[in-house]
């Protein structure tokens, strides 16, 4: 009798361990799945922030014609060139000047222009419309991108990548990229969300009535667009091209 009770508890014993074990086993697997669903979590978090800087240096180390889309691709519109107004009309710092276009290519402008070592703006740190006029009358090219590109990451790469193109001490390094917002005037034109813009002087510095403002619409951002038009358009080609 005294066995057969001795078997039972033995029996018990061993069925409640061999239980433990199971429950121990079970409680493994759903750590170990835990924290591979974890790692695998963290690995698509940081392989999806590391894809734009990835796109970006790509961009960045590429030749200025090969950032963004084609000129086929990029839907320009034919170039706008008007009579320029405005050179060496200097306005107190805070008069507000009113620009009939968007964006402006000519203008009075702010005594001081923006430095000549940033060659990118966001809507946060843009200077005021006066006073990059005045970067525009030394010889700049401008690229203005509006609410749309800025909205989208790989649009707004590209104008990235074009700007550090011109990040040398050079004078032909006369180059803006900036944003165009609701808050500056009307939209660019419909299908545009790109507007390269020049203050030529039009053949000749002397003579100030030859100037010329000049525009280029696209939809998309293109460095070839742009390699064309700072070619076509150089700095040298300004009221005051030697002044940074």
Known sequence: MATSKTNKERDRRAVVEQLRREQQQAERRRTITVIAACVVVALVIIG???????KQNKQNAGALKDIGVSKSAAACQPLIKKKATGNQQHK????????????????????????????????????????????????????????TVAKNGDELSSVKAISKKFEGQ??????????????????????????????????????????????????????????????????????EPQAQ
């Open 92 to 147: 107190p710092e805070g008069t507000v000047i009113n620009y009939p276009d968007s964006p402006p290519a000519f203008g009075p402008h702010y005594p001081v222009p923006a430095p000549f070592t940033r060659k990118f703006y966001t809507a946060d740190d843009r200077p005021q419309l006066e006073t990059v006029v005045h970067n525009l009358e030394h010889g700049y090219n401008m690229l203005w991108y509006d609410d």
């Open 170 to 239: 050079k004078l032909s390094d006369k180059f803006i990229a900036l944003p165009w917002t609701s808050k500056d005037g009307p939209a660019f034109p419909s299908g545009a969300h790109i507007a390269l813009t020049h203050w030529s002087a039009g053949g000749d510095p002397a003579d100030p009535s030859k100037q010329q403002g000049i525009w280029q619409y696209c939809g998309k951002p293109s460095g070839e667009v742009v390699s064309t038009f700072v070619k076509d358009y150089p700095y040298s080609d300004s009221p």
């Open 48 to 54: 999806l922030a590391a894809i734009p800087l990835i």
